[in-house]
Structures are given as C-alpha cells and as structure tokens.
C-alpha cells in the first residue's frame, strides 16, 4: 500500500486545478499586461481569479496580491507593517516561538535593522495566550504576526480574539494563514486580519503560487521592483495558469470544507488513539484545537530519522516537521517551544492525511508505526537504558 500522509508539505494537484489552468498554458498564454485582445483575455481570468479568491476569504478584490507563495507573502507583510512603523516612531513588534521560519527570520532580519521583537511563550498544547498579546502590547508596537494554524503541531491559535485586541490597541494584524486557508473557515473581516499569507499548493493548488490579502489602507512595501502589475504592489508578469488555478482549488476546497473536515476529523482522531497506545509516546499540540488532518507524536528512544525511512519502505511518506527545515539536524523549534525536550523532540512524526484518505489507510498506519518503533527500539541502546531504570522515562 503507498499512503501519502504528508500534505502539511504540498498537496497534490486537484483535476479542478489542473483543468482550469491549461487553457492559459496552451492557448490563452498572452501577456495580462498587453493592451491587444490576446493579453486582455489573460487579465481578465487573473481578474476573475482576484474575485474568487477574495470572496474565500470575505475580503474584497482589490485587496489581494497574488505572490510566488506563502513566504513571499510573509516576508511582503512584515517588512510593509515594519516601514508603517518606522515612519511612525514605532518599532515593537509581537509574535510568538512557534511561527514558521519564513516569519522569524524576517523577524531577525528587522531585529538588525533596529527593531525589537518580543517572541511570546506557548503553552504545552501550542497555543498563544491572547492575554499574553495584551501584556505584551506597548505604544511603540506597530505589528503582531501569529499564524493562524501550525504548520508542524497543527494548532489553532485564536486568532479572532488577537485580531480584536490589535483592532482595539490600533496594532497592526498579520496572521500567516497558509496551513488554514482552504482546510478551516477564514474571514478576514469577522477575524480582525489586517494582513494574511496563503499558498496555492497546500490547498491542492500549484506550487510557485499564493497571495498576500492586505486590508484597504495598509500601505505595504515593494519587495519586488519593476513594472506596474498588481496595481503596483508586486512587480512581474503575473503567473496566470497558476493564479487561475490557486482559485479553482481555493473555491473548490472551500464549497467541500464543511464535510471535508469532518470526514477528516474522525479519521484523526482514530489515527491519534491508534498511535496513542504506543509506551512512553505522546501527542503534539491540542488534541482538539487542531487542523482535521494534523496528527502529531513523539516516541521516546528512537530517532525520527530512521522511523521515516522505515515507514517510507512501508510505502509511507511522512515527515518529522516543516519541509522547509528537513534538511537541519536540530529539532524542531516547535516541539522545544511546548517543552518538548532534545532527545525525545528528535523522535517526532508528522502524520498530514488527505481529502481522499480511508479507514483503511488509517488502519495500516497505525500498524505500520507500531510495527517500526517496536523495530527501532529493539536495537537502541537508548532505549535499553530507559527499559533498565539506568535513565528515566521522561513520557
């Protein structure tokens, strides 16, 4: 059985997506910019496509940008709020430990240019106190950026109550929202959201592709510099096969989100009692307060390495956090944040299951982790050490 059961990394492509996008790949693939009827067919569909997106999320057209993707998106959003800031006298800026790197090192980035950030604590399960954000909000503060939904615990953060806050305080509101977008219900009115990152390829759209929404009167900063596209925000030829796709999957994914997610949360929830009965494990993030297809555990004495070789001979593919950091030997920023600690933060697994996934496939995962970790803690010394008393369990 092959099991794709990492879709917190890319999504596949939707037939949706990809049969809205070829027409402007092998016919319509005029320039949007281009005055002749040709280039007007293209920037009519990225038009099309503006509208689509922003009734998604209940903004209103002229206040999407599309991107190349989510950091893009992320990074746009930051240094604009920061240059708001600055022009103001105002250079505090909140966030918490948990975000993605595409938000910290933006955020380290600021800090060299003068700027001082205040990283809030998370509790156990993940999550953002709002009145920590409260606690935390000085005059000089010009942005709060918390992301809606953990790309590696799957937490949900309540992001209402910290937009209303910041609405109240008259703190600029950023929330990168590219692990919610298409999967729980967004609003960026009703959620208080001055600025919010998605990308099309976490929703079964194309990868190189998403937006930045940017409220009506936030003045956001070039990072990008050339001709006028996107009304001058975002220079470049528009990628029109994607951004038309990016709304197809983002309608799709949006009428099917009601019984997506439900069908989804049984599923995970199945998936977390199964892996549950594993000695000394436990699971990431809040077992309720989640993205429906999120499962995250560590397993003590093992490393997370092998297991994931292991599973993919099994013939499934899943990670151990982020993709963007698969490549670190350190672990996970996330799992240290919510107290995880060295060792048994290294034996982490990230289950993200998809739209199509069956009780079957839930089945054979659970079997298949039981069956690897029994494996890799048979020859571990660690592990050894642990079941002798000569160290103590810390799960």
């Given amino acids: 059985m092959k099991i794709y059961a990492d879709n917190a990394a890319t999504t596949k492509m939707s037939k949706t997506a990809i049969d809205a996008m070829m027409p402007y790949i092998e016919e319509l693939?005029?320039?949007?910019?281009?005055?002749?009827?040709?280039?007007?067919?293209?920037?009519?569909?990225?038009?099309?496509?503006?509208?689509?997106?922003?009734?998604?999320?209940?903004?209103?057209?002229?206040?999407?940008?599309?991107?190349?993707?989510?950091?893009?998106?992320?990074?746009?959003?930051?240094?604009?709020?920061?240059?708001?800031?600055?022009?103001?006298?105002?250079?505090?800026?909140?966030?918490d430990a948990i975000e993605h790197h595409a938000v910290l090192h933006t955020l380290k980035k600021l800090e060299k240019e003068g700027f001082v950030v205040t990283l809030l604590p998370v509790s156990e399960s993940g999550i953002v106190n709002v009145r920590d954000v409260e606690k935390a909000i000085r005059d000089d503060t010009c942005l709060v950026t918390v992301m809606t939904a953990n790309n590696e615990i799957g937490t949900l953060q309540p992001i209402r109550e910290i937009g209303a806050l910041c609405r109240e305080k008259g703190v600029l509101f950023h929330t990168d929202a590219v692990q919610a977008v298409g999967h729980i219900p967004v609003d960026v009115v009703k959620d208080n959201i001055d600025m919010l990152s998605a990308s099309a390829h976490k929703f079964h759209g194309p990868k190189g592709t998403g937006f930045l929404y940017a409220k009506k009167g936030v003045a956001l900063s070039n990072l990008i510099e050339g001709g006028a596209q996107e009304r001058g925000r975002r220079a470049g030829t528009e990628n029109v096969a994607g951004i038309v796709a990016m709304s197809a999957a983002l309608s799709e994914s949006v009428e099917n989100m009601g019984e997506t997610a439900k069908r989804l949360s049984v599923l995970r929830d199945k998936l977390i009692k199964g892996l549950s009965e594993i000695s000394h494990s436990a699971l990431n993030g809040d077992a309720r307060m989640r993205l429906p297809s999120n499962v995250n555990f560590c397993f003590e004495g093992i490393e997370g390495e092998s297991l994931l070789l292991l599973l993919d001979d099994m013939g499934i593919a899943a990670s151990s956090g982020s993709a963007c950091t698969s490549g670190s030997l350190d672990p996970s920023h996330v799992l240290l944040a919510i107290g995880r600690v060295h060792d048994v933060a290294h034996g982490s697994l990230r289950l993200t299951i998809g739209d199509d996934a069956t009780e079957e496939e839930i089945d054979y995962i659970i079997a298949a982790v039981k069956e690897v970790v029994k494996k890799l803690r048979g020859f571990s010394p660690v592990w050894r050490d642990l079941e002798s008393g000569k160290t103590k369990h810390i799960l």
Wanted: aromatic residues 6%; hydrophobic residues 35%.
């Fill in 29 to 95: 693939y005029g320039n949007p910019s281009s005055l002749y009827s040709f280039g007007q067919r293209a920037k009519e569909a990225v038009e099309r496509a503006r509208e689509d997106v922003a009734r998604c999320i209940g903004a209103e057209p002229r206040e999407i940008i599309f991107t190349s993707g989510g950091s893009e998106a992320d990074n746009q959003a930051l240094l604009s709020a920061a240059a708001i800031g600055k022009r103001k006298g105002k250079t505090h800026i909140i966030s």
